[in-house]
Structure formats: structure tokens, C-alpha cells
């Protein structure tokens, strides 16, 4: 717990001021909630402009450091309306903080989050383990976007956090800095309104989906997506950005953040959301976006290559299965911030609730979004309508032209937007929808006063739900399983596992996907099967076995911590020993 939640302060603490730094740079004198995002993503990108450098993590760490040190100088009573921004700063924060605690309390410790949700987890701990130590990786070659990951290696090197509880830190940081970012939306409303809004806003139901199986690079994209609308919406309708010449160079900082975290992809929306915004706005500030446009070639120039890379990565093949961790396409009324599941790939009835409990909720989302739409074209919210236009059409194009993988992310990346869009009446403070005789009864004035908070409870329930259904697997991480996974890929193993890990730490569904690709049994090394099953080869502990027959074994092979054994003798009899997808069939997970 210690080493998770210093990661989170660090990844907070040096985001916010950097970020704020940035924007005092540009001219903005008052404290914005647009730094959190600012920040984060030049942290992203130092942390990977020099995780290679010597020390393999050890410079990036004290680079953000000194940077860190050197905002708050800066902005030592440079920067306005500090204390009233720490104030509701720390309520959001602590909001998010006890939301995303949820998992770890339900499972009682701290570790790889999603585990037996989605598998990815154990890919991106293999990169960063081989980043840290100064060696090549698959995702490294393959051009993969590995700024986050370089982020956990200066975690790890500067405070000495294990990789998965950086990893964890990191994650939970971006949702807190993403609820954070949320305030910047609704500046004049009360404080009890704002919190609320800004937590539904940051951790809206599909985010929390994402944040419970430990997908922190979609979290990452929804957060530039938010934040990029937010400061383009800054430049038009705040009156001290408006004539600032470097207006726009926060949001080319936002963007540099997303290529070091989705490469090309993460571009997409942020283009998209561009220029929607500029048809809508029917203005062309040539010299501003020129300005950020240079921030941003410099910054993301290097990035260049290893994007051209990725382009052929398999995730983007549209004749792949393209399932990955779902059941088959995920519904579009998942993004509206109501789905009454604590999984977010089950259908509509599926779940504890009856069926039609997900669409009388849909549907009354459905509704306050279309309410919303309209408030935000009576009052000219030009960034909110392209960011409305710039989500959907791109979910189309996914759905269309994609895979249930590719269109389910792309939900995920517009669910905050489609959330800010729906409380878009917020800014007023009341819902200015109906005829000036209904508002003048005391019906309509009570349902009026009902519709907003009915909205954030049911939606926050829903967020509480995800996150309290998250699964969290081992607390420590190894790469050794993965490197025995080509030594025993052709024939059947036995793994002999502790308990706890077994039965506290889905380390069934863990071992399963770290040795993927042959026959594996798992069995409690306390109570390992009287003798080897048949068909077995290769037998893995985590000490050297003291009793028959395992005793009798010849040691093949040292991975600290395990041990791999070959059986003696011949191997007679058919394995029973299942492939993963087998296993993941019987546990009703996709294969």
C-alpha cells in the first residue's frame, strides 16, 4: 500500500505543478484544472525521452524530479486563487482516491489490477521490466507506445516501488488527475455540485470498466480527449485566454502525451476533436495554432518512426478475430454512464438486474444527453458540440470499419465526454429545458431540482459498481514464467503454487496467461496430486520438493524465484492438462 499510493503523490504532485508551470508560461495568471492533463503528459514524455539514456530510468526520475522543484519556485506566488483551488482540488481528489480504493478493499491487498479480466497487464510488465534493466522487448520493436511504461521504470528508480505497484500508482493517479482535470468545466457552480459532477465526469462508468481490469493507456486517452476539448473550450469562452498568442500550445502539450501513450491512434480523436471544433467555431486563429503546432512537431518528432512502426501492430487488423478479453461488441449504451454491472461486456439482463433496468437507464441518460446537446447549442459550447461530433463519428468509423476491440475503446475514450455533455446544463445551475409556464409550477420546479443529482447518483453507482468488481491478482511481478514459456511450450506442465496465491490472487487465471500457448495444470503445492499426472514433461515449484515422486526429479532450469523440473523417465499417457483457452471457456472468459 506504501509503495502504490507514493507512486500516486509522485505522478500528482509533479503533474500538477509542471503542469501549471506550462500554463503560466503561456500567460494564464489564475490556477487551472487543465494542468493535471498538461502535466501528466510532459512527464510522459521526459520519462521516455530518457528512460534509455545510462541508469534505465534513474535520469528520468531525477530529471522530473528538479523539474518538479523547479515549477514550484516559479510559481511561488506567481499564480492566483491557489487556496480556493486546493480546497476543492483536495475533495475531488479524495473522492477518486476512495472510489478507486474499492478493489483493494474488496480483495484485501494490492497488486496487478484486471488480472483474469484482461491478460495485457502481463505484456506491459515484461516491457518495463526489460526498459528497467536496459533491454530490448516485442513491444519495444514493434514500435508500441511506451511512455506510460517508462513512467513506472522512473517510479521504480526513484522510489524504489516494485514494478507492479507503480503500475498501479500510475493508474490510479490518472483517474484522480482525470477527475481533477473535470473541475475546469463548471468554474462558477457551488462546491458540492462541482465535486460531483467532476467525479462522475472523471470516472464515468466505462472508465471505471477500464480502470477495474488495469488498462491504464485507455484511461490516459480518455484523459487527453477530456482535457483537449477543455482547453480548446478554455480559449473561446475564458476571457483570460483569449487574446494569449500561446493559447493553444497546452493542448499541443496535451497531444504530445498522447502519442508517447497511444502513438498515431491517440491523434485520431484529438484531430478529430480539432476539427470539429474549428467548423463549428468558423474562426481560423492561424498564428496561435501555428505556434502550437511547432510545440508540438518538436515534441512529438522523435516519436516519428516507432508511430510508422506501429501502424502494422495485430491489434489493428480488421480481419483478426478482434475479441480480445470481450464476449462480442459492447453496447453503445455502456458510454452514457448507466449500465447496471459490475462487467461491462455482459449484455443488458445478463447481470443482477433484470434487463429492463439497463434500459429505463439508458434511456434516461439518453434523454439528459439530448437535453444537454440542445443547452450546449443555445449557449454556443462549440468545444463540447465537436467534441460531441468528433466521439460519435469515430465510434461509427471503429464499429463500422474495426473490431468489438478497437469500437469498445473507442466507447471508452468517449464516455467522459459524452458524461460532460449531459451535465452541460450544470453551468447554469438549474435545467432551463422547459417552457416558462412549467418552470413557474411547482412540479416542474421540483423535477428540475431532481433530474441532476437523480443523473450523478445513478451514475456514480454504476462507476462504484465496475470498480468494486475489479479483480486483483499477485502482488509481485517476475518475467521468469514468461521466459520458460518457450523451454516448455511442447509439452505439458504442472505448476505448484503456493495457496495464497491461488486462492487470493487469481493466480490461476495469472499462471495461465504467463505460460499461455501449451498444456498447464495448476495445483496448490501443499496439496499437490499424489503423483505426476500423465503426459507430463516439465513441473514448476517455487522451493526444491522434499517428497515423493516430486523428489526424484532433475532441475532444467533456474528462474528466480521458480524452479523448472523435468520428470524422469518416459512420459506415458495422455496430458489432461488444458490449453488456456480450455480453461478460460470453462471459467465463461473468452478463449
Given at each position: 500500500m506504501i509503495g502504490t499510493y507514493a507512486a500516486v503523490v509522485a505522478v500528482c504532485v509533479s503533474s500538477l505543478a509542471i503542469g501549471q508551470a506550462v500554463l503560466a508560461l503561456c500567460g494564464v495568471p489564475r490556477w487551472s484544472w487543465l494542468a493535471p492533463a498538461v502535466g501528466l503528459a510532459l512527464v510522459c514524455a521526459i520519462s521516455w525521452g530518457t528512460v534509455r539514456l545510462p541508469g534505465d530510468g534513474v535520469i528520468g526520475a531525477v530529471v522530473i524530479a528538479l523539474a518538479t522543484l523547479a515549477a514550484?519556485?516559479?510559481?511561488?506566488?506567481?499564480?492566483?486563487?491557489?487556496?480556493?483551488?486546493?480546497?476543492?482540488?483536495?475533495?475531488?481528489?479524495?473522492?477518486?482516491?476512495?472510489?478507486?480504493?474499492?478493489?483493494?478493499?474488496?480483495?484485501?491487498?494490492?497488486?496487478?489490477?484486471?488480472?483474469?479480466?484482461?491478460?495485457?497487464?502481463?505484456?506491459?510488465?515484461?516491457?518495463?521490466?526489460?526498459?528497467?534493466?536496459?533491454?530490448?522487448?516485442?513491444?519495444?520493436?514493434?514500435?508500441?507506445?511506451?511512455?506510460?511504461?517508462?513512467?513506472?521504470?522512473?517510479?521504480?528508480?526513484?522510489?524504489?516501488?516494485?514494478?507492479?505497484?507503480?503500475?498501479?500508482?500510475?493508474?490510479?493517479?490518472?483517474?484522480?488527475?482525470?477527475?481533477?482535470?473535470?473541475?475546469?468545466?463548471?468554474?462558477?457552480?457551488?462546491?458540492?455540485?462541482?465535486?460531483?459532477?467532476?467525479?462522475?465526469?472523471?470516472?464515468?462508468?466505462?472508465?471505471?470498466?477500464?480502470?477495474?481490469?488495469?488498462?491504464?493507456?485507455?484511461?490516459?486517452?480518455?484523459?487527453?480527449?477530456?482535457?483537449?476539448?477543455?482547453?480548446?473550450?478554455?480559449?473561446?469562452?475564458?476571457?483570460?485566454?483569449?487574446?494569449?498568442?500561446?493559447?493553444?500550445?497546452?493542448?499541443?502539450?496535451?497531444?504530445?502525451?498522447?502519442?508517447?501513450?497511444?502513438?498515431?491512434?491517440?491523434?485520431?480523436?484529438?484531430?478529430?476533436?480539432?476539427?470539429?471544433?474549428?467548423?463549428?467555431?468558423?474562426?481560423?486563429?492561424?498564428?496561435?495554432?501555428?505556434?502550437?503546432?511547432?510545440?508540438?512537431?518538436?515534441?512529438?518528432?522523435?516519436?516519428?518512426?516507432?508511430?510508422?512502426?506501429?501502424?502494422?501492430?495485430?491489434?489493428?487488423?480488421?480481419?483478426?478475430?478482434?475479441?480480445?478479453?470481450?464476449?462480442?461488441?459492447?453496447?453503445?449504451?455502456?458510454?452514457?454512464?448507466?449500465?447496471?454491472s459490475g462487467d461491462f461486456r455482459v449484455a443488458a439482463g445478463d447481470g443482477a438486474a433484470p434487463a429492463v433496468a439497463y434500459y429505463l437507464g439508458a434511456a434516461f441518460a439518453a434523454v439528459l444527453l439530448v437535453l444537454g446537446l440542445v443547452r450546449c447549442a443555445r449557449g454556443r459550447e462549440s468545444a463540447m458540440l465537436g467534441g460531441f461530433a468528433a466521439v460519435v463519428a469515430l465510434y461509427l468509423a471503429a464499429r463500422i470499419g474495426g473490431t468489438p476491440y478497437t469500437s469498445a475503446k473507442a466507447l471508452e475514450v468517449a464516455a467522459p465526454v459524452l458524461t460532460l455533455v449531459i451535465l452541460a446544463p450544470l453551468s447554469e445551475g438549474v435545467w432551463r429545458f422547459s417552457s416558462p409556464m412549467v418552470r413557474k409550477s411547482a412540479t416542474g420546479a421540483r423535477l428540475e431540482a431532481l433530474t441532476l443529482p437523480a443523473y450523478l447518483l445513478v451514475a456514480g453507482f454504476c462507476s462504484v459498481l465496475a470498480l468494486a468488481n475489479a479483480p486483483v491478482g499477485p502482488t509481485t511481478y517476475s518475467p521468469a514464467l514468461t521466459g520458460l514459456r518457450p523451454l516448455i511450450a511442447a509439452d505439458s506442465t504442472l505448476v505448484l503454487a503456493p495457496r495464497e496465491l491461488l486462492d487470493e490472487q487469481h493466480g490461476v487465471r495469472y499462471i495461465d496467461w504467463e505460460l499461455r500457448g501449451g498444456r498447464v495444470c495448476i495445483a496448490d503445492e501443499d496439496r499437490a496430486p499424489a503423483s505426476i499426472p500423465p503426459g507430463v514433461r516439465f513441473v514448476i515449484t517455487s522451493g526444491e520438493p522434499t517428497r515423493a515422486p516430486y523428489a526424484g526429479m532433475t532441475l532444467h532450469k533456474e528462474a528466480d524465484p521458480y524452479l523448472l523440473w523435468t520428470v524422469k523417465g518416459s512420459v506415458r499417457g495422455k496430458s489432461d492438462c488444458p490449453l488456456i483457452a480450455v480453461r478460460q471457456a470453462r471459467q465463461g472468459e473468452p478463449g
Open positions: 514550484v519556485a516559479f510559481l511561488w506566488r506567481r499564480v492566483r486563487d491557489v487556496p480556493a483551488a486546493a480546497a476543492i482540488g483536495a475533495a475531488v481528489a479524495i473522492g477518486a482516491l476512495a472510489g478507486t480504493a474499492l478493489p483493494f478493499i474488496a480483495e484485501g491487498h494490492f497488486g496487478i489490477l484486471g488480472t483474469g479480466f484482461n491478460p495485457d497487464m502481463s505484456q506491459h510488465l515484461l516491457a518495463a521490466d526489460r526498459l528497467a534493466d536496459g533491454f530490448s522487448s516485442e513491444l519495444l520493436r514493434q514500435g508500441y507506445p511506451l511512455g506510460p511504461h517508462a513512467i513506472v521504470v522512473s517510479l521504480e528508480k526513484g522510489l524504489s516501488v516494485s514494478l507492479v505497484h507503480g503500475f498501479t500508482g500510475l493508474t490510479i493517479a490518472v483517474a484522480v488527475l482525470a477527475a481533477l482535470t473535470a473541475l475546469a468545466a463548471f468554474p462558477d457552480r457551488s462546491r458540492a455540485q462541482r465535486v460531483a459532477a467532476a467525479l462522475v465526469i472523471g470516472l464515468p462508468y466505462l472508465v471505471a470498466s477500464y480502470f477495474a481490469q488495469g488498462a491504464f493507456k485507455e484511461t490516459m486517452q480518455a484523459l487527453w480527449v477530456l482535457a483537449f476539448l477543455l482547453t480548446l473550450r478554455e480559449t473561446t469562452r475564458n476571457p483570460l485566454w483569449r487574446d494569449l498568442e500561446l493559447r493553444f500550445v497546452p493542448a499541443a502539450v496535451i497531444a504530445i502525451g498522447a502519442v508517447y501513450t497511444y502513438s498515431f491512434p491517440g491523434l485520431i480523436w484529438l484531430a478529430a476533436l480539432l476539427a470539429a471544433w474549428l467548423v463549428i467555431e468558423r474562426e481560423l486563429p492561424l498564428r496561435p495554432l501555428l505556434l502550437a503546432l511547432v510545440v508540438f512537431a518538436v515534441g512529438a518528432l522523435p516519436e516519428l518512426g516507432r508511430m510508422i512502426e506501429f501502424h502494422n501492430f495485430e491489434t489493428f487488423d480488421p480481419n483478426g478475430p478482434g475479441l480480445g478479453n470481450l464476449f462480442g461488441q459492447i453496447s453503445p449504451l455502456t458510454a452514457l454512464g448507466i449500465w447496471f
